[in-house]
């Protein structure tokens, strides 16, 4: 068996890393912390040298997107990177390449806000993320890592999302997972598409027109409305088809579990922390982690908590996975949430008193 | 002998071959139709039919894409510049150019086209100064004179309520990055060759990677500012030549 490398590195290193190996062809972004690190990466890497990526440090995240707008829009494998304020300036793009069915992945290594914030970890994005974030009706994919490994390892699935659903996906990340040090075992090397798999794969791309077809058109312009309803309902069809088969959640110790905290991205792993506790207390507690936070593991949660006496739902904001998980169970069982805001990072035993205090003590 | 003089012997003329029969939306009298010929009779002539990507604005060309028959994608309002370095960078072999109005280039995407330019992008930009925003029914642009009257600014620009014009084609001109900045108009079929031939030496830059290139074409509106074709096309001499000047402000290129 092939021994795999183990290395040590930051979430943020890893996403470098990642997508060099697995056959980026480009990356746009612009520095802002807690993820500068992965521009700076690439910088020292030269990946031009060796893949030939594209490693282009733009003038501004709204610049960024729009890059990746055009290079997704010709068919090649283009990603950005930046944290909440920048993400927030991307979303003119992003709701143009949901229109425009443009493939590409983006990056948001969460901070605290609003505004400028600050720039310790959040996960307060979650709503902009999931809702669509900019104008009109649109999804996003939207996965959360919980760890190195996956900062690594959702790089190359994000691709293949992007590409299967000619839409954008979102590895929404933060300041902890971006920032931390952990084992992580790189992916496999893949090599970039040459022209001819592009042509072939990507039929729609922008990359010239050959005589034998007609032009190809990036456009989300569409001014006869009873023709821009009919886009609409294509782009909800799929946004379906996303629903009904992408959704991705890892369930820990839940089949004895009295109670059962959903956590997402770094909050999870706390929590991870936080059953450990809770278990030697005698408090017999699971975790449920969405992984797709769109499409929102709504089958799965529902399965999972069934019969269960109380679900806490823990993140670093003020209460917005919340609502995913009241609209997946309704009103069937007490649901609490506990949450730190401003870039506070919760403890686990706050989580274990949260789940005492809101839930137990209740009963 | 054919007595019949049309015949394809006598042909001196014809519609490139890219443009399509498509009903252009295009008011009689703009400017953007003797362009759109111009981009496509110069893509033509270098062979290039095959390997074109043309970036769309959001403005009156935001159909552009309607019209010629090449691959095109059609940016968001002002990122034009930015969606053509995301292309280019990854086809550096394409012809990759860029179309734009006044408001998207020289007000809500100036950060965008002076970025791409100072770096040097191989990408020529079209740029339609014509001193108004056309699409959304005649408003100021920023490159509206000064006492022109718009909806907007309906009793004349006044500089102490609205600024001044803005002069994007000389600020180009000082950008390291740019090889060839140019203002030229089609009013007449002089000009038009002029606008053509300058046309051709920016997309010809770009393919020999030589940098940016800003081809302004001072162009009329002669329905957001309200005149015949034919005044519109004489205020335009009388008006807007004083402000953005004819001719070659930067050519570094030696073709």
């Known amino acids: 068996m092939e ?17 060099i190996r697995c056959g980026a062809d480009a990356f746009f972004g612009y520095p802002i912390t ?7 990466t690439l910088a020292l890497l030269k990946p031009w040298e060796t893949t030939g990526m594209v490693v282009l440090q733009a003038e501004s995240e709204v610049a960024s997107i729009n890059m990746v707008y055009g290079g997704g829009g010709a068919g090649k494998r283009v990603i950005t990177t930046s944290s909440s304020p920048g993400v927030a300036l991307m979303q003119e793009g992003i709701s143009y390449m949901a229109g425009a069915e443009i493939p590409g992945v983006i990056v948001n290594v969460q901070r605290g806000g609003p505004g400028l914030g600050t720039i310790q970890p959040s996960q307060s994005d979650y709503m902009q993320a999931t809702r669509g974030g900019g104008n009109g009706d649109y999804n996003v994919i939207v996965l959360a890592p919980a760890s190195v490994q996956e900062m690594a390892d959702f790089v190359d699935l994000s691709f293949e999302l992007a590409f299967k659903y000619r839409n954008p996906v979102m590895i929404l990340s933060d300041g ?21 798999q592009i042509a072939k794969e990507c039929p729609w791309a922008t990359i010239g027109r050959p005589s034998s077809r007609e032009p190809n058109i990036m456009t989300s312009l569409e001014l006869k409305p009873e023709v821009m309803e009919e886009i609409n309902i294509h782009l ?23 109670y059962v905290i959903v956590a997402f991205g770094s909050a999870a792993r706390i929590t991870e922390k936080s059953m450990e506790i809770a278990r030697k207390r005698g408090i017999k507690v699971g975790l449920f982690r969405p992984i797709t936070l769109w499409p929102f593991p709504e089958k799965e949660l529902r399965k999972t908590v069934a019969g269960k006496k109380g679900i806490l739902v823990a993140e ?18 007490p649901t609490a949430h506990f949450g730190r805001l401003g870039g506070i990072v919760p403890d686990p035993e706050e989580i274990v008193n949260a789940l005492k205090t809101k839930l137990i003590d209740n009963e | 002998m054919n007595n019949d003089i049309i015949s394809p012997e006598n042909l001196v003329y014809k519609k490139p071959e890219l443009m399509n029969d498509t009903a252009m939306h295009y008011c009689a009298g703009c400017s953007h139709g003797v362009v759109h010929k111009l981009v496509a009779e110069v893509i033509e002539e270098m062979g290039m039919q095959n390997k074109t990507i043309g970036v769309s604005p959001v403005g009156c060309a935001v159909f552009a894409y309607r019209y010629l028959d090449i691959d095109w994608q059609e940016a968001p309002h002002g990122r034009a510049p930015a969606v053509a370095t995301g292309i280019k960078r990854l086809w550096p072999d394409r012809l990759v150019f860029t179309y734009q109005g006044d408001g998207d280039l020289a007000c809500i995407g100036t950060c965008e086209t002076i ?34 009257k718009t909806a907007t600014c309906p009793y004349g620009r006044e500089p102490e309520l609205h600024g001044y014009p803005l002069n994007m084609t000389e600020l180009a001109s000082h950008l390291t990055g740019t090889c060839f900045v140019t203002r030229q108009s089609v009013e007449n079929v002089a000009s038009i060759r002029k606008a053509k031939a300058a046309i051709r030496k920016a997309f010809d830059a770009s393919m020999k990677g030589l940098g940016s290139s800003l081809v302004e074409i001072v162009s009329t509106c ?28 930067k050519d570094t290129t030696n073709l």
């Open chain 1, 3 to 19: 021994k795999k490398e183990v290395t040590l590195m930051k979430g943020n290193e890893a996403v470098a890393h990642a997508m």
């Open chain 1, 34 to 40: 807690p993820q500068s690190e992965i521009i700076e």
């Open chain 1, 176 to 196: 902890v997972i971006g920032q931390m040090m952990e084992k992580v075992v790189l992916p496999p090397i893949k090599p970039r598409r040459t022209e001819e």
């Open chain 1, 236 to 258: 909800q069809e799929k946004y379906q088809l996303a629903k009904d088969t992408e959704t991705r959640c890892e369930i820990t110790d839940c089949d004895d579990a009295d």
């Open chain 1, 316 to 333: 670093i904001n003020a209460g917005q996975m919340i609502e995913d998980v009241k609209l997946a169970i309704g009103n069937s069982l």
């Open chain 2, 115 to 148: 970025h791409a330019l100072n770096r040097g992008e191989n990408i020529p930009i079209i740029f339609i100064n014509n001193a108004i925003y056309g699409m959304t029914g005649g408003q100021m642009a920023p490159t509206t004179l000064i006492g022109q």
């Open chain 2, 222 to 249: 002669n329905s957001g500012w309200k005149l015949s074709p034919k005044q519109a096309n004489d205020w335009m001499e009388e008006h807007m030549f004083k402000e953005y000047p004819k001719g070659d402000l």
